[in-house]
């Protein structure tokens, strides 16, 4: 089967596009994103013809092993969005919803071959420089923190409240920012991710501190992931260096705010869950990866490219053809999951992360966050239930995600301060609460909306990640 061709402008948003080929955006695809992969693979087996926002042709990948494939694989499917057919034919405008997406960019996960490997050897080389332990620290401190604000009032909104910081503040000091920057910089880069009005005010926040970060660092090194990037023997430029790390903040709020709202979640709705925490049937590790297959925190991946004409499950594809990983979709194939009730404890080989040469080089940082944060919240509060019935749980879906709204919650009130799981006084090496605030003033939440020359880089967050 041959690529779908490009509709005329002007056709309907419905659910499907000329020639009955379905579309992965707009309303239909927004509110039962599984039960649509189910009618792709109903109709078309493991590779599936789509239509993206403007009506551009692209596959999605549905099955298992055809992911793996396409991951494992650059030489016929690139990460590099240049190769993109109807991007060189001009059906992609400057501002088209996918152009900030996938605009071609010189990190890590927009090439292939000996640039990759050079800059991704400097990125999960240095995250492997981490001290699990110290890590976990972190994480028992900030999650303490977080909890102190809520614990006292006997509810609490997970998702905004929990979710949301636990890992930007822990991100953010493993990359080297001093504590004495504190929330505004978590906030600016919650905002920027979020993609809200004054998105690009944050944006431009959070880059001229990563940038006076390792300026500084340039003159006295740290423990951390800034310093360890100056270092490594790739030689990034600074320039290189900015850019990673705000790809290595982005992708850790994302993902692994996900994970942790997605675990909370099936803990205290399935009491399969419920029961095997508390009965020491089941760890808290083992709950994580179950949801890693269930409810992965990307459900898609934007994208492959075609680099010569090739076949992938039984569809011809053509030289410059998109594609999309099904994450979602390949954890669930029934060829290797035929009973989805049967738990998968142990079982590591789910597509949460991807996989191959672009696999997610932070996946162990995201379960030490994710991990130890909820076991720090189980422990403060024992008796945390959900406030309102598991039906009215609300998600927001996009392309690429499906997110928690709210995940109400109401527990018995205590006080502050809960013990050692607050993590109070701990001071750990990359804290330097002598250093300054950045020259970039943090935007205030009042600010006006940036100007309409602005707005691609402001839907940048928005649309690869669903936020509204």
Not at 36 to 44: D, I, S
Not at 118 to 137: H, P
Not at 151 to 173: I, K, N
Not at 213 to 233: C, F, M, N, P, Y
Request: some cysteine.
């Amino acid at each position: 089967m041959t690529t779908p061709p490009t509709p005329p402008p002007g056709c309907p948003a419905h659910g499907l596009g000329p020639d009955g080929v379905r579309r992965l955006y707009g309303p239909e695809a927004e509110a039962d994103p599984t039960g649509l992969y189910e009618k792709l693979r109903a109709e078309h087996g493991t590779v599936a013809p789509v239509l993206l926002q403007g009506d551009l042709p692209a596959w999605l990948v549905l099955g298992h092993r055809e992911n793996l494939d396409v991951a494992r694989t650059p030489s016929r499917f690139s990460r590099d969005s240049r190769r993109w057919s109807a991007l060189r034919t001009g059906q992609v405008p400057a501002d088209h919803p996918l152009t900030p997406v996938t605009a071609w960019q010189p990190v890590c996960n927009f090439v292939d071959g000996a640039d990759h490997e050079r800059l991704r050897n400097a990125v999960t080389e240095s995250l492997a420089r981490f001290d699990r332990r110290g890590i976990r620290r972190y994480v028992t401190r900030f999650a303490g923190q977080l909890i102190d604000e809520f614990a006292g009032a006997g509810q609490a909104d997970l998702v905004s409240r929990f979710a949301e910081h636990l890992p930007m503040l822990v991100m953010t000091q493993l990359v080297g920012m001093p504590e004495s920057y504190g929330p505004r910089l978590v906030d600016a880069a919650r905002d920027m991710i979020k993609g809200t009005e004054t998105a690009v005010a944050s944006n431009e926040y959070v880059m001229t501190a990563l940038r006076e970060l390792v300026a500084k660092r340039r003159a006295q090194s740290g423990h951390d992931l800034a310093t360890w990037l100056i270092e490594h023997r790739s030689q990034l430029s600074d320039e290189e260096i900015v850019q990673h790390l705000r790809l290595v903040l982005i992708a850790a709020f994302e993902t692994t705010s996900n994970l942790i709202a997605n675990t909370l979640k099936m803990v205290l709705t399935d009491r399969r869950f419920r029961a095997s925490l508390s009965g020491g049937h089941m760890t808290l590790p083992d709950a994580l990866e179950q949801v890693l297959w269930d409810e992965p925190p990307l459900t898609t991946i934007l994208g492959r490219w075609a680099t010569g004409d090739t076949t992938l499950g039984g569809r011809d594809i053509k030289s410059g053809d998109l594609l999309l990983l099904g994450l979602a979709a390949g954890n669930v194939d029934p060829e290797i999951r035929p009973d989805l009730t049967t738990p998968v404890h142990g079982n590591r080989s789910h597509l949460a992360f991807s996989g191959g040469p672009h696999e997610c080089p932070g996946q162990d940082v995201g379960r030490a966050i994710a991990d130890t944060g909820i076991d720090t919240l189980l422990n403060r509060l024992p008796d945390i239930r959900l406030a309102v019935g598991a039906e009215d749980l609300r998600y927001v879906s996009s392309l690429m995600s499906r997110h928690l709204v709210e995940l109400p919650v109401a527990f018995t009130p205590r006080p502050a301060g809960g013990g050692k799981a607050s993590g109070a006084g701990t001071v750990l090496p990359a804290q330097r609460r002598s250093e300054p605030m950045p020259a970039a003033a943090a935007p205030a939440r009042s600010a006006a909306p940036a100007p309409a020359g602005d707005r691609p880089q402001r839907g940048f967050f928005a649309r690869l990640f669903g936020g509204h």
